[in-house]
């Protein structure tokens, strides 16, 4: 075998072509490229071009430096261009790419394996399989959950998001335009209640304790209404729902599935592909509960960007998958596995958890300080909610009968418009804040890198107060006492 240290000595350039290839590289030209052959499909909140990104800030084809409070929606955990994964990223490239997982193993691998034994809740969950996005790490766990128990049927929770691919699409409750007009989806999924007082259309004065009996409630009667338990594969939860709308389970709600999953033999599957790796200031969300799943789904934050997702199961569970049943071609791609280690590897060296509790009070303490100051437009916030730094401001809603009154000193014909959150995210954005809309009910989130500074957060919430007296001095406007005025 040639010498890996030269390029040449192994590989035999072909004779070149006659021309050279001109690439496009001013803004409006590719946005005009862009418009016209790239999928309307995806939706996007602006037509920035990202150019670069170091940490927590962006910088777009155009010149504008954006602070970044999605970290790509929960995925650059260590910040944009993390040095340590970088040069993880660059080394593998240069030593080998593609590693096919049918084919042989590699070291970053396996030693990613060994690196992440010590970051599971419970040493029960000790067999992995690494995919690479988070709706194919469902897949697998629906797959696997039906293999082992000889059971077709998947209970989800109201709310709830696990991807668009078509079965991960099947347990998605969050919104229809996933899965819209591209039916029949894959049948047996049940839904239950998730116990978020907006979604059970009950106020949001009412008491975790009844929010959860309510929920309990409703996951008992559909074992015995529709989903016979011997007919019941799995139960999938996100221990903090995600995309509807950033509400974390009470620990009693998810001691209550994992008794109901042990009573039954049904699989318990933990989604923590947004929650894990330290987001919501544990490793994983369920040790908030104390409550060992059966299954673990997990990808963004893991790999700081590259793509790679995985479940982690128990032995017993991942022994009744025969060779060939799991894989795929980027299964588990040695470069993102190498820059998976890297990540986990700084995790586990750093003290990440302390700076995402740390950063995360100080987040919460001043977005209640913005929602007291009433005079500032702190009244357009319905509630402040979130787990370590998935963060999330719901804002009145018109269409809601839960929506708290307009205050007394305001005019009571004020006019709120549906989308509170869209309109603040906006302001946000020209002033070069990144955040993040989610939910059918009007709520902004921000999930940004865990390893960000006091700074960082003092600048969001400068820009965050800002936006939203902005927003709400447009609001009092259409009230019949200023329109008067
Ligand atoms: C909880 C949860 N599950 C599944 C997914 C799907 O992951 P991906 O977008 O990588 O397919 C997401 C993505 O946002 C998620 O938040």
Redesign the pocket.
Known sequence: MPSADSYASHIAPLPSAAKGLEMTTETAGLLEIADRHITKGLGRMRDHIFKEGKGLRVLTTEGKQLLDFTSG??VTSLGHAHPDVTAAIIAQAQSIIHVQCAIALSEPYVQLVESLLPMMPDPSLDSFFFW???????EAAIKVTRAKTKRNNIIVMGS??????SG?VALTRSKTVYSKGTGPLMPCVFTTPFPYWHAMGVSKETSEEELVAQACLQLDNLLLQQTAPEDTAAIFI?PVI??GGYVPAPAAYLQHIRKVCDKHGILMVA?????GFGRTGKNFAVEHANVVPDLM?F??GFANGM?I?GIVTKKDILAVMPPGSLGGTYSGNVVACAAALATTRYMRTHDVLANVNARAEQVFKGLREIQADKANGGWLIEEVRGSGLMVALEFKSPTSRFTSSIPADLPQDIVLPPNINALVQNECLDRNLLTLTTSIFPVLRMIPALILTEEDVDEMLAILKESIKVVAAKIEATGNAATQA
Do not use: C, F, L, M
């Not at 690479?132 to 469902?138: C, L």
């Open positions: 929606i929960g690479n996005s988070g709706s194919e790490a469902v709830s998001y696990h991807g668009r691919t991960a996100e995600g995309e989604d923590e592909i947004q929650t789904t990808a963004k793509p997702s």
